[in-house]
């Protein structure tokens, strides 16, 4: 009996490798949209993030979402995700 391999993501933030279900996916909509992906399936370029908020200031202070979006994240884009990333923390 063979085991399911478990697929691993490495965090923008913090560069640990841990499993993709403990991870938060942000992804970049071929419309240009910056969005967290809860699903982990949309469509777009993808990275991930630990769902702490200290991973999530170290991305945005290192512009790791720019590097890994490959593109430029702006200063409302931010704020729209923090919000979101606020909301995925309460629930």
């Known amino acids: ?4 391999k478990i697929p691993m993501r490495k965090c923008i ?5 841990k499993e993709k279900k ?3 996916r942000v992804v970049r909509t ?9 699903s982990g399936k ?3 370029r993808g990275a991930y993030i630990c769902k ?8 945005v202070k290192k512009k790791a979402f720019d590097r890994a979006l490959k593109t430029s994240v702006g200063a409302d884009a ?4 923090q919000q979101q990333w606020q909301q995925i923390r309460s629930s």
């Open 1 to 4: 009996m063979r085991r399911r």
């Open 13 to 17: 933030a913090c560069q640990e490798l």
């Open 22 to 24: 403990e991870l938060v």
């Open 30 to 38: 071929p419309e240009g949209e910056i969005k967290i992906d809860p």
């Open 42 to 44: 949309m469509s777009g």
């Open 52 to 59: 702490t908020m200290k991973c999530f200031e170290t991305a």
């Open 78 to 81: 931010y704020e729209q995700l």
